[in-house]
Protein backbone atom coordinates (compact mmCIF):
# COMPACT_ATOMS: atom_id res chain seq x y z
CA UNK A 1 0.00 0.00 0.00
CA UNK A 2 1.41 3.78 -1.08
CA UNK A 3 1.12 5.85 2.11
CA UNK A 4 3.47 8.16 4.34
CA UNK A 5 5.47 6.37 7.18
CA UNK A 6 6.78 8.64 10.26
CA UNK A 7 8.72 7.16 12.95
CA UNK A 8 9.03 7.28 16.01
CA UNK A 9 5.57 7.45 16.85
CA UNK A 10 6.49 8.69 20.40
CA UNK A 11 9.62 11.00 21.56
CA UNK A 12 11.21 12.28 24.61
CA UNK A 13 14.17 14.35 24.67
CA UNK A 14 16.34 15.87 27.24
CA UNK A 15 16.92 19.80 27.47
CA UNK A 16 19.63 20.65 24.92
CA UNK A 17 19.25 17.63 22.58
CA UNK A 18 19.05 17.04 19.00
CA UNK A 19 15.81 15.00 17.66
CA UNK A 20 15.46 13.25 14.34
CA UNK A 21 11.84 12.36 12.98
CA UNK A 22 11.53 10.22 9.96
CA UNK A 23 9.30 10.51 6.89
CA UNK A 24 9.71 8.55 4.45
CA UNK A 25 6.93 8.23 1.36
CA UNK A 26 6.54 5.57 -1.23
CA UNK A 27 3.90 7.91 -3.41
CA UNK A 28 6.23 8.85 -5.57
CA UNK A 29 5.41 12.87 -4.68
CA UNK A 30 8.02 15.37 -5.31
CA UNK A 31 6.82 17.43 -2.71
CA UNK A 32 7.00 16.95 1.06
CA UNK A 33 6.06 19.71 3.82
CA UNK A 34 6.57 18.86 7.87
CA UNK A 35 3.94 21.04 10.10
CA UNK A 36 3.23 21.50 13.93
CA UNK A 37 0.36 21.01 15.54
CA UNK A 38 -0.24 22.51 18.99
CA UNK A 39 -4.01 22.51 20.51
CA UNK A 40 -5.89 24.93 19.30
CA UNK A 41 -4.03 26.18 16.51
CA UNK A 42 -3.79 25.25 12.92
CA UNK A 43 -0.97 23.53 11.11
CA UNK A 44 2.09 25.79 11.13
CA UNK A 45 4.63 24.68 8.16
CA UNK A 46 8.07 24.42 9.20
CA UNK A 47 9.57 23.38 5.88
CA UNK A 48 9.12 21.99 2.85
CA UNK A 49 10.63 20.52 -0.10
CA UNK A 50 9.43 20.76 -3.74
CA UNK A 51 12.32 18.92 -5.65
CA UNK A 52 15.13 16.60 -4.29
CA UNK A 53 18.26 18.57 -2.74
CA UNK A 54 16.30 21.77 -2.86
CA UNK A 55 14.04 23.45 0.49
CA UNK A 56 12.57 25.94 1.30
CA UNK A 57 11.56 27.28 5.11
CA UNK A 58 8.13 27.87 6.30
CA UNK A 59 6.37 29.99 8.78
CA UNK A 60 8.69 28.63 11.06
CA UNK A 61 11.72 27.12 10.56
CA UNK A 62 13.91 28.72 13.28
CA UNK A 63 15.28 26.13 15.40
CA UNK A 64 14.49 23.11 13.04
CA UNK A 65 16.73 21.39 10.10
CA UNK A 66 16.25 18.90 7.33
CA UNK A 67 17.47 17.72 4.29
CA UNK A 68 15.97 15.88 1.13
CA UNK A 69 18.73 13.74 -0.56
CA UNK A 70 16.34 11.19 -1.69
CA UNK A 71 12.72 11.67 -3.30
CA UNK A 72 11.33 9.06 -0.73
CA UNK A 73 13.12 10.74 2.49
CA UNK A 74 12.15 13.71 4.10
CA UNK A 75 14.04 13.98 7.75
CA UNK A 76 13.24 16.82 10.18
CA UNK A 77 16.18 17.78 13.08
CA UNK A 78 14.48 19.10 16.19
CA UNK A 79 17.94 21.54 17.41
CA UNK A 80 18.59 22.39 21.02
CA UNK A 81 17.71 25.69 19.51
CA UNK A 82 14.18 25.30 19.18
CA UNK A 83 12.72 26.24 22.95
CA UNK A 84 9.33 24.97 22.67
CA UNK A 85 9.67 21.80 20.92
CA UNK A 86 7.21 20.14 22.64
CA UNK A 87 3.85 19.11 20.10
CA UNK A 88 2.65 16.77 17.12
CA UNK A 89 4.79 16.66 13.88
CA UNK A 90 2.84 16.12 10.75
CA UNK A 91 5.23 14.68 7.75
CA UNK A 92 3.18 15.32 4.66
CA UNK A 93 3.64 14.94 0.44
CA UNK A 94 1.60 16.53 -2.40
CA UNK A 95 1.76 15.45 -6.53
CA UNK A 96 -0.19 18.37 -8.58
CA UNK A 97 -3.54 17.44 -8.75
CA UNK A 98 -4.63 17.81 -12.87
CA UNK A 99 -6.84 21.08 -11.92
CA UNK A 100 -3.96 22.89 -10.31
CA UNK A 101 -4.50 22.01 -6.64
CA UNK A 102 -2.23 20.13 -3.75
CA UNK A 103 -3.48 17.29 -3.11
CA UNK A 104 -1.97 16.38 0.68
CA UNK A 105 -1.68 13.46 1.94
CA UNK A 106 -0.78 12.82 5.90
CA UNK A 107 1.67 10.86 7.42
CA UNK A 108 0.30 9.63 11.19
CA UNK A 109 2.48 12.37 13.22
CA UNK A 110 5.28 12.15 16.01
CA UNK A 111 4.46 13.12 19.72
CA UNK A 112 7.84 14.81 20.63
CA UNK A 113 7.86 15.71 24.42
CA UNK A 114 10.36 17.50 26.20
CA UNK A 115 11.48 16.27 29.37
CA UNK B 1 -2.83 37.74 5.46
CA UNK B 2 -4.42 34.65 4.07
CA UNK B 3 -6.61 33.68 7.36
CA UNK B 4 -8.85 30.28 7.80
CA UNK B 5 -11.53 30.59 10.55
CA UNK B 6 -13.41 27.46 12.14
CA UNK B 7 -16.54 27.93 13.86
CA UNK B 8 -17.89 27.08 16.36
CA UNK B 9 -14.35 25.70 18.16
CA UNK B 10 -16.14 22.64 19.31
CA UNK B 11 -19.75 20.50 19.71
CA UNK B 12 -21.00 17.67 21.00
CA UNK B 13 -24.52 15.77 19.08
CA UNK B 14 -26.02 12.70 19.97
CA UNK B 15 -25.57 9.56 17.44
CA UNK B 16 -27.82 9.94 15.05
CA UNK B 17 -28.16 13.94 14.43
CA UNK B 18 -26.77 15.97 11.82
CA UNK B 19 -24.77 18.65 12.22
CA UNK B 20 -22.91 21.53 10.28
CA UNK B 21 -19.42 23.01 10.54
CA UNK B 22 -18.67 26.84 8.97
CA UNK B 23 -15.23 28.01 7.14
CA UNK B 24 -14.57 31.67 6.27
CA UNK B 25 -11.38 32.28 4.54
CA UNK B 26 -9.90 35.49 2.91
CA UNK B 27 -7.42 33.46 1.06
CA UNK B 28 -6.56 35.11 -2.41
CA UNK B 29 -5.88 34.19 -5.11
CA UNK B 30 -8.15 30.93 -4.39
CA UNK B 31 -7.31 27.79 -5.69
CA UNK B 32 -9.42 25.09 -3.85
CA UNK B 33 -10.58 24.36 -0.56
CA UNK B 34 -10.72 21.20 1.17
CA UNK B 35 -11.93 19.47 4.47
CA UNK B 36 -10.09 16.67 6.44
CA UNK B 37 -10.86 14.63 9.50
CA UNK B 38 -8.30 14.15 11.96
CA UNK B 39 -8.42 11.28 14.42
CA UNK B 40 -6.75 12.12 18.10
CA UNK B 41 -3.37 11.34 17.78
CA UNK B 42 -3.47 10.33 14.12
CA UNK B 43 -2.77 12.66 10.68
CA UNK B 44 -5.43 14.42 8.76
CA UNK B 45 -7.19 12.13 6.38
CA UNK B 46 -8.94 13.99 3.12
CA UNK B 47 -12.82 14.63 2.94
CA UNK B 48 -13.33 16.43 0.27
CA UNK B 49 -11.50 19.29 -2.18
CA UNK B 50 -13.83 21.57 -4.27
CA UNK B 51 -12.38 24.02 -7.07
CA UNK B 52 -13.92 27.29 -7.89
CA UNK B 53 -16.12 26.04 -9.62
CA UNK B 54 -17.39 23.57 -7.32
CA UNK B 55 -20.28 24.30 -5.12
CA UNK B 56 -21.09 20.99 -3.24
CA UNK B 57 -19.05 17.76 -2.58
CA UNK B 58 -20.31 15.09 -1.09
CA UNK B 59 -18.65 11.68 0.70
CA UNK B 60 -20.74 9.60 1.45
CA UNK B 61 -22.43 11.52 4.73
CA UNK B 62 -20.10 14.63 4.30
CA UNK B 63 -21.33 17.46 2.42
CA UNK B 64 -18.73 20.23 1.82
CA UNK B 65 -20.63 23.63 0.31
CA UNK B 66 -18.25 26.28 -1.11
CA UNK B 67 -19.78 29.93 -1.91
CA UNK B 68 -16.32 31.71 -3.10
CA UNK B 69 -18.13 34.98 -3.76
CA UNK B 70 -18.79 35.31 0.72
CA UNK B 71 -15.43 32.84 1.03
CA UNK B 72 -17.61 30.64 3.53
CA UNK B 73 -17.32 26.73 3.37
CA UNK B 74 -19.91 24.37 5.16
CA UNK B 75 -19.19 20.51 6.10
CA UNK B 76 -22.35 18.63 7.04
CA UNK B 77 -22.22 15.15 8.62
CA UNK B 78 -25.34 13.38 8.53
CA UNK B 79 -26.78 11.02 10.75
CA UNK B 80 -24.00 11.26 12.60
CA UNK B 81 -21.90 7.84 13.90
CA UNK B 82 -19.59 7.73 16.67
CA UNK B 83 -16.89 7.17 14.69
CA UNK B 84 -17.25 10.90 13.44
CA UNK B 85 -15.82 11.81 16.84
CA UNK B 86 -12.91 13.77 15.64
CA UNK B 87 -11.53 17.20 14.55
CA UNK B 88 -12.37 18.43 11.32
CA UNK B 89 -10.13 20.84 9.72
CA UNK B 90 -10.96 23.35 6.69
CA UNK B 91 -7.69 23.95 4.54
CA UNK B 92 -7.55 26.81 1.83
CA UNK B 93 -5.04 26.86 -1.28
CA UNK B 94 -3.79 30.24 -2.99
CA UNK B 95 -2.88 29.63 -6.36
CA UNK B 96 0.31 28.69 -7.43
CA UNK B 97 1.19 28.33 -3.96
CA UNK B 98 2.76 25.23 -2.37
CA UNK B 99 1.95 26.81 1.37
CA UNK B 100 -1.59 26.00 2.69
CA UNK B 101 -3.66 27.88 5.19
CA UNK B 102 -5.43 25.81 7.85
CA UNK B 103 -8.22 26.51 10.23
CA UNK B 104 -7.60 25.78 13.59
CA UNK B 105 -10.43 22.67 13.36
CA UNK B 106 -13.72 22.28 14.89
CA UNK B 107 -13.87 18.97 17.28
CA UNK B 108 -17.21 16.97 16.99
CA UNK B 109 -18.00 14.99 19.78
CA UNK B 110 -20.41 12.42 19.18
CA UNK B 111 -22.60 10.50 21.68
CA UNK B 112 -24.53 7.57 22.15
Known amino acids: DGGITQSPKYLFRKEGQNVTLSCEQNLNHDAMYWYRQDPGQGLRLIYY???????QKGDIAEGYSVSREKKESFPLTVTSAQKNPTAFYLC??????????????FGAGSRLTVL | KNQVEQSPQSLIILEGKNCTLQ??????????LRWYKQDTGRGPVSLTIMTFSENTKSNGRYTATLDADTKQSSLHITASQLSDSASYIC???????????FGAGTTVTVRA
Open chain 1, 49 to 55: SQIVNDF
Open chain 1, 92 to 105: ASSIEHPSGANVLT
Open chain 2, 91 to 101: VVSARNDYKLS
Open chain 2, 23 to 32: CNYTVSPFSN
